[in-house]
């Protein structure tokens, strides 16, 4: 391939000439997608499953039990569940990987400072991840994260 048909106008880096910083915004709501999966999904299960929907606002194990009793469990089996691909792979990413909004923050601003601040779609991740570390680190998520790490 000539180096005029890799750079030609329907090329990827043409596309992102005219685009800059889109290809961030593709990752961001996927790892938006981990993290509120991974910090919700066995929250949710877990108040549908005691009928205690108050204690979404304060769990504990009095209220909820054991967090994974509310994940698939992981097995030999259990590679084929889509659930376990679905809910329990975010709900490790969330639990071992603390810092995963401060990513998304990153990549947000990486993404507004590439579009030259022009850019509405990247101003609205970046405000979305920072609302959602204000969140993960208020006592609120310390709380949530304490339940999900027993």
Known sequence: MTQAHIEGPGSPVAWTARHPGRA?????PVLLAIQLIGMFAALLTAAVETGDYAGILD???ERFGDPKDSI???GPAALWNPLLWIFG?????VVLIPPLPFLGVL?????LAAAGGRSVRAALWTAVFV??????YSSYGDVL?????D
């Open 24 to 28: 961030l915004t593709v990752v961001l």
């Open 131 to 136: 609302g959602l570390t204000v969140l993960t």
């Open 59 to 61: 769990p504990t194990l």
């Open 107 to 111: 990549l947000g601003v990486l993404s």
């Open 72 to 74: 698939p469990p992981i």
């Open 89 to 93: 792979i975010p709900h490790s990413l």
């Open 145 to 149: 994260h304490a339940w999900l790490i």
